[in-house]
């Protein structure tokens, strides 16, 4: 955990009221693993007061970056800054997404800016050889052009599998519709699913991986205060008592979750 | 100029001013990893009780202008963990370790303060008597005049340990309470703790946390918390702890003014965790600047 500020290298709309920002940041990004999140500032002053959580969309070697979508007056002000500004961060935290052995299949699911971190999921995975998993990545979007990153996804040896909700690209409808359709093809095979995306995608997939009896590990999002595990505005019901999004996520198995309580 | 920080609440002798509010530093596991805690003046933990409390149902918090709206339900282990996996990591620092009690009765907090008193590293209890979350307990206790001597009369029986009452402000007359601790024989008094709100999302119409109304804390409550503390110090001889939406030196130095003898660092914390260090170096800043050497000339010199 490191308090730092980072230059911000890059700061571009990528699809409408989509942002990807770039930051210099050479201890964060060294020790960045997938899942885990960046708690920043959004601003100097106390409009507003708190820090922002965003998940790693990507580190490299001395540089981070995230992907996020405009949704109040944090983002709006995040999306103002440019080339040269210095945002301070607060990273990496939370828990990182775990594969367990060396499943047959490995399927990312994601919903909307819920891309951002099983990019990195995916790319980190596929670095570090030999990975003799199946890689198959469902993404959806409400239209193509919500997709983000789509040229730098089609570039890494995936399967890729996008939906669009009004069919202008992949399969027409949700991707949950998508993965669901073909789960049962999976299911001979050993299988392991990581997400992010809405909460009801995730719900969804935590109760297809009771039923089908397969390992699912979600990210999931709630307003935070510190983001380190100290002032516990952040939990959520688990299935042992409260769970801290920032400590003991933001990456949970599906099974540590009271989906019932989570509304 | 060799300046000297030190200050005092009553027998608890601070090598500085600043110290951390309690609720918003944990017991100190986390932010070690980011500052060091030898620099402060003192840590006040977060509130333990008698047994271990899970807390609030969530959403627990959410922001408000120039502030942030809590209730966690005083989450904590209880005491006997707390005495066991909590106190030995923070008595390795050079800070007074300030430890906060709540309780919904009279005879938990005495329990809670009795146990804690066994332990050797304990500098003071600061006596929670304002916790808007804690329906039963501390918030209704604190206030009442009668209710809050005795329970700081009772707790003076069954501890050696400096009592700091930290009071509520949300009360017509502060002082009222205050002086009442003060007879009772509290040390020192933390001024003040989150004020009661309520915030609701309008497009759902429920309220914006899953207790209802919580505790409203920052810089939107920074200027009650100033006159609060400006009222009790003319009212009382005992010092008092200035908190209240302190982001910066310049607002410690704002309650030091109006009579504090110290300040705490509360929600400031989880916007920047050097804000404490800061603090203190601002303050020293201010001193030179105008030529004081000793901190404690500064208290209650406001000009009115």
Redesign the interface.
Known sequence: MIQSKGEILFNQEVAPSCWKMQLLAPEIANQAQPGQFVHLRCTENYSPLLRRPFSLHRASERKIEILYQIIGQGTRLLAEKVQGETVDLLGPLGRAFQVKGQPEIIVLVAGGVGIAPLYFLAETLLKKPPLNSKLILFYGVKSKENLLGYGDLKKLRINLEIATEDGSLGFEGEILQLFQSRLLSFLSQSLQVFACGPLGMLKNIASLSLKYNFPAQVSLEKTMGCGIGVCRGCVIKGSQGYLRVCKEGPVFPVEDIDWAAIS | MLLDLTTHLGRISLKNPVLVAS????YGE??A??IDLNQLGGIITKSVTLKPR??S???????T????L?A?GL?NPGVELFLKEKLPFLSQFDTKIIVNIAGEKEDEFCQVAEKLSKAKTIDALEVNLSCPNLRRGGYILGKDPEVVFSLIQTLKRVTDLPLLAKLTAAVSEPTEIARAAEEAGAEALSLINTLPGMAINIQTRRPRLGNITGGLS??AIRPIAVRVVWEVARAVRIPILGMGGI?KGDDALEFILAGASAVAVG?A??????TPGQTIKQIENYLKKNKIRRFRELIGKVET
């Open positions: 609720g918003t530093f944990g986390e932010y990893e980011l899970e807390g149902f969530p959403p627990r918090l959410t922001e202008p120039a502030g942030m809590n966690i989450e920052g810089p982001m929600t914390n989880f916007v920047d965790p050097t």
